[in-house]
């Protein structure tokens, strides 16, 4: 099993460890996502997991770890969920090739991307947005180590999207049940 292998497994054992704390446990959380996490690793869910979704990008990995550690508010609300899914409305259709530009081939040789970024960081940092600042700054500390080939693997996965996805559905969700009840 090679180092990416091996990161995804764990990656995603983490991840349903997260997803398991969203169940209404109350003091026994802690115990459940601990629980939860062996099992994925242990029975294979992990393994499932990672051959449906991939690799899981640093970025996710990240938010998992935040939510198990119970930090609330999410850095994922609905403004970061909503801009992730504008940006990927335009980015997975050109790296599917509907397009002449493959914005993927920019994260193997990453210096433009990573130029790119500065401004980004900037941004976050003039916005004190320091738990998103402190989660590029791994992503990119993570794509230094040569773990992952492509930078964009690092920053953004099918699992974040549909998370993402969640996140703005049930924002809309709630409003359409607001509006009905008034």
Known sequence: MNALAAYGLL???LIFGALATLLPLGELRARVALAATTLALLVGIAPVMHGTFGTPSLTLLQLAILHLANRQPSPLSFAPALGL???VALF???????GAF???ALGYQPWALLVA???VAAALWWRRQDSWLLILAIDLAGYASGLFANLWDVLFDPLLVLLALVIVGRR?????IASRTR
């Open 117 to 119: 970024l500065l401004p």
């Open 92 to 98: 997975y259709p050109a790296a599917l090739g509907w």
């Open 85 to 87: 899914l504008g940006f």
């Open 102 to 104: 493959d914005p993927y």
């Open 11 to 13: 990656a995603h054992g």
């Open 172 to 176: 809309g969700v709630i409003r359409l």
